[in-house]
């Protein structure tokens, strides 16, 4: 069974600190996503990555950095956290060069910067 | 105009009814749509993807895409509480990457 977790489902921080949130997939798959999902905004993308150390910016990438050591983990760096961070933040990934490319969710980190 | 547009809803319907869930679209140029299901404190979940026009069917789900209204559908048979959830419509940009709606919160009253 495809799987995608991240490190914690609840975070709270303060204004200012570094986070860090943790994805891992076990499917081998080549992309990878993080996604930011705020009410009445919908599904954001923050960055993306086709390939290990290899990254691309999404359409919010101001305030936020990302990392890829290892094929199956993607990690999201908020290097200072503030309070307009506060959001939902989704992980997927998906198998390269496939026609409808679908990409499959963790279950989200709900992060509250204080 | 944004690439996909939903409607946020919420929207309520008694068990049993059919729901019609739709987006609009803009730019023709990739011809892969998606439905996703994402169920309260989960992710999103692909429920179906259809190619082009035309109609597909999965049990009580069928997806619809007309291009010449730019137009993308859901219907739900036989809707049931289990499928209250916020359902995303989605087009596939190429890149390997999905433009999605903000999606539409449905509830299924019992």
């Known amino acids: 069974d495809v799987k995608v977790t991240q490190s914690s489902r609840y975070l709270v921080k303060r204004t200012g600190e570094k986070v860090f949130l943790e994805c891992v997939q076990d499917?081998?798959?080549?992309?990878m996503f993080w996604y930011r999902q705020d009410p009445g905004l919908g599904l954001r993308l923050i960055y993306f990555s086709y390939d290990v150390k290899m990254k691309e910016k999404g359409d919010i990438p101001e305030g936020y950095s990302v990392s890829r050591e290892k094929k199956e983990r993607f990690s999201l760096i908020l290097e200072s956290a503030s309070t307009n961070q506060t959001s939902m933040y989704l992980c997927a990934s998906s198998l390269m060069g496939l026609s409808y490319n679908e990409q499959f969710f963790g279950p989200g980190t709900r992060l509250t910067v204080l | 105009q944004k690439e996909v547009e939903q409607d946020p809803g919420p929207l309520s319907v008694p068990e049993g009814a059919i729901v019609s869930l739709n987006c609009t679209y803009s730019?023709?140029?990739?011809?892969?749509f998606m439905w996703y299901r994402q169920y309260s404190r989960k992710g999103p979940e692909l429920l179906m993807y259809?190619?082009?026009?035309g109609n597909k069917e999965d049990g009580r789900f069928t997806a619809q895409v007309d291009k010449s209204s730019k137009y993308i559908s859901l219907f739900i048979r036989d809707s049931q509480p289990s499928d209250s959830a916020t359902y995303l419509c989605a087009k596939v940009k190429g890149d390997d990457k999905i433009i999605f709606g903000k999606g539409t919160r449905l509830h299924i009253l019992p």
């Open positions: 499917m081998d798959h080549e992309n």
């Open positions: 730019n023709s140029a990739f011809q892969y």
């Open positions: 259809t190619y082009s026009s």
